[in-house]
């Protein structure tokens, strides 16, 4: 398989998966994106993406924002080796400050690069 890939196993997909992350209190906050983490117990790391129509009504803002969001954790996900990672898109980008693409790229970009970093930190000691 190409190093590009964005495996199934790399992916959280069932109902049960999320929950389980959900339950948890978010780890940090961004202007946009609230990012949860767990530890799951296997070696590699698994990615999640919420975007409601509610936030990006938009289907192309919506693929945009899951799309930057899988390239980023590509990139680190040996750094988040044993969790699960919980992104979800908290509130609209205002049609007055991304007017284009590019500038909700950008954002997405920055603020995504810094939640994984955060994801990446060693974890709390379960309560």
Do not use: W
């Not at 799951?40 to 009504?57: C, D, H, S, T």
């Amino acid at each position: 398989m190409s190093t590009h890939a964005f495996p199934k196993a790399a992916r959280l997909t069932k109902t049960d998966e999320f929950s389980s992350v959900f339950a948890l209190r978010p780890r940090r906050r961004s202007p946009h994106f609230v990012l949860y983490v767990r530890a799951n117990g296997k070696a590699e790391a698994r990615l999640g993406v919420v975007v409601g129509k509610k936030f990006a009504p938009r289907a192309a803002e919506r693929n945009l924002v899951k799309r930057m969001a899988r390239e980023l954790f590509r990139g680190r996900q040996d750094q988040l080796a044993g969790r699960d990672v919980l992104l979800r898109l908290q509130t609209k980008f205002p049609r007055a400050e991304f007017a284009s693409r590019a500038a909700i790229r950008r954002a997405c970009s920055t603020e995504i690069a810094s939640l994984l970093e955060v994801a990446a930190r060693p974890m709390p000691p379960p309560a």
